[in-house]
């Protein structure tokens, strides 16, 4: 599991470090570990930025972009397993405390494409996420972009979702990814790209 990581964190910086250039707010990588994503790594933008992250560390998948932009595209008996096993933690006024509103809100991402966490686990902070998927058609692993709210609003978060779906698009294509198959998974980046 390590190695094939630190091979994914290889083959995935290149186009990390082109989407914190395009939306000039910082990039993780996280992997799923049972109800908790593990960031893999990280690309800061030049500017300062008030992200406090660490590669190696984990937060809950209910209430990070990543964390709900994986699960969101496991197979329903994954999404099951995990979510029975979640302790609901409240961190802010806005952190999902309920199996409802998680199964809502990956209802949302899976028509969306992608997951917003929107100051449920630090006030001030923004996260749009999308999934990373293998030649199998398997979420195994998620892209984000962070930065404060004042920086990433309501307007703009369109156009930030557009970078960061094109890039895990790219990023799955490199992995093996076959687009000509047009499996269920891809439909959420069809409906931003037509290729």
Do not use: W
Request: charged share 25%.
């Amino acid at each position: 599991r390590a190695v094939e990581q630190v091979d994914l964190r290889t083959r995935v910086h290149p186009y990390f470090r082109r989407l914190a250039a395009h939306v000039g707010e910082t990039v993780h990588l996280s992997v799923l570990q049972k109800t908790s994503i593990v960031y893999l790594d990280k690309v800061e933008p030049n500017r300062r930025v008030c992200v406090s992250s660490k590669t190696g560390t984990s937060n809950p998948v209910y209430c990070t972009s990543m964390g709900k932009a994986m699960l969101a595209f496991q197979p329903p008996e994954v999404i099951e397993q995990i979510v029975s096993k979640i302790r609901f933690v409240r961190y802010t006024h806005k952190t999902l405390t309920s199996r409802e509103a998680l199964m809502k809100a990956l209802d949302r991402v899976r028509r969306r494409g992608y997951a917003i966490d929107d100051q449920e686990i630090e006030v001030g902070v923004r996260c749009v996420g999308a999934p990373i998927f293998d030649e199998n058609h398997q979420a195994i692993a998620a892209v984000s972009v962070s930065g404060p709210t004042s920086r990433i609003t309501a307007p703009n978060m369109p156009e930030i979702a557009e970078h960061l779906l094109r890039c895990c698009r790219d990023i799955s294509l490199s992995l093996g990814l076959h687009a000509k198959k047009r499996p269920r998974v891809l439909s959420a980046f069809e409906r931003h790209y037509h290729s």
